[in-house]
């Protein structure tokens, strides 16, 4: 069967997934750049946004497991916009009209609307059932290729303590955030069905992956 | 000046450094050894407890800052002894006749009792006072070397909030507790104050030592 898979997710090491006060001017909120600065430096980032440049490197080798081999994602509402987007019935996303999805993108929210049909070959579907029926409907529209789960925290956090996740990748930075939304909170659990390996590399930062076993 | 340092403080990844349930046949409550284990496998650990054998390797070297220069060492009613002890006047600490302290240790609790003399150079003291008032104490005891704060959570937490620490080795472990008492809470200012290294050893264990600024 496909596997459902988690990259790139950033955390402080605090376990923070966002900042406190996300909105349309500060999409991780206090965070602000810093769970990511490692990834946009990345070579993988800078072609998903046809930039030249960018570094190779381990952190680099980790960001690009993210796309091959994948054909739908699930999101969270908190991923799709900032507080307040499905008031808005013009918001697409954050993305411009060629989102780096490329796929079906299936937003979970308790406010779905019509589906957008973006650039590129992604779609974006909005979903109000639980992690199980939309991963279902994911895989179908995966046709037989793996499902990503692209956060926000709550979402991954959900999928893990369901038990639905195969992989995760998780970046711990070395930053503090003090507040926001935590990745790990009642995961107890995965204790027992992972098997957990760490690499730290020489910018700081520290590459889980969880790998579950069979 | 002399340094205030944090060694061996062990944490899981979702940041507990103590389970839920401490109890006398439970030290750490549902954690059990877990957080544990890397080091009390190392040599430094062994030779602690007089014993052959155990670990050269990453994990033991920094095992072995623990010691060196240090003339003090603060712990909380926690870590001293299980829920309780505080009514039980013979208790004196978990490590028999002889602690592996070897220099006054000064226990926090509401609850002070008189001084206790133990074999091989550590003297039990008991206060009830601000983190900082007790540090001054520990600092003329140690006659000019370094006190460590040896732990648990909630006392490394308060001497980290109020930018008393020097230095920290935290050691990551790849579990996850789910419940028990967090190191990390409210902690988001270390983030300005201090360097901070990551380093993961094959044995899956995270390293991190936080340095202050100068
Ligand atoms: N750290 C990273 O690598 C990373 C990655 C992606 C995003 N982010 C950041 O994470 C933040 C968003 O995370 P978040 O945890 O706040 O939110 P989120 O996980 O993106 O979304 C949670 C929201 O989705 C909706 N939802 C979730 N499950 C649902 C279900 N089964 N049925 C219907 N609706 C459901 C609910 O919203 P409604 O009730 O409002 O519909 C819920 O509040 C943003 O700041 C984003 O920038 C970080
Ligand atoms: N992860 C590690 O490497 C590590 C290291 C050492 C210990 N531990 C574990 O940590 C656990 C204990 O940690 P914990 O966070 O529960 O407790 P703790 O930090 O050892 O002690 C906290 C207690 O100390 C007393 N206290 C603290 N500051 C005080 C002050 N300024 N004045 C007076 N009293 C003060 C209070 O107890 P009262 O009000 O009761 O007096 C407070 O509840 C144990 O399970 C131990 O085995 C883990």
Redo the contacts between chains.
């Keep these: 069967m496909s596997e459902v898979r988690v990259h790139n997710f950033s955390i402080s090491?605090?376990?923070f997934g966002t900042g406190e006060g996300q909105a349309l001017d500060a999409p991780f909120g206090h965070a602000g750049e810093r769970l990511h600065e490692w990834f946009v430096g990345t070579r993988f980032f800078h072609a998903m946004d046809d930039l030249p440049g960018g570094t190779l490197g381990a952190d680099n080798a980790f960001a690009e497991e993210h796309n091959p081999g994948i054909g739908a994602e699930i999101m969270g509402a908190g991923k799709f916009g900032p507080p307040g987007w499905q008031d808005d019935p013009d918001w697409k996303g954050w993305w411009g009209p060629n989102p780096p999805y490329h796929t079906p993108v299936f937003v979970l929210t308790h406010r779905p609307r019509p589906s957008i049909e973006m650039e590129g070959g992604t779609t974006f579907h909005f979903l109000d059932t639980t992690p199980a029926e939309a991963l279902a409907q994911a895989r179908t529209a995966a046709d037989g290729a793996d499902v990503r789960i692209g956060g926000g925290p709550t979402v991954v956090r959900n999928y893990l303590a369901e038990g639905l996740i195969d992989y995760a990748h998780i970046a711990?930075v070395?930053?503090?955030?003090?507040?926001g939304v935590r990745l790990?909170?009642?995961?107890?659990?995965?204790?027992h069905t992972y098997n957990?390996?760490?690499?730290?590399t020489p910018t700081?930062?520290?590459h889980?992956t969880f790998t579950k076993n069979q």
Tied chains: 1, 2.
Excluded: A, F, Q
């Excluded at 070395?174 to 507040?179: F, N, T, V, Y």
């Excluded at 790990?184 to 204790?191: A, I, V, Y």
């Design positions: 090491l605090d376990g711990v070395p930053i503090l955030l003090g507040r790990w909170d009642n995961l107890e659990s995965l204790n957990i390996e760490s690499v730290s700081g930062i520290t889980l």
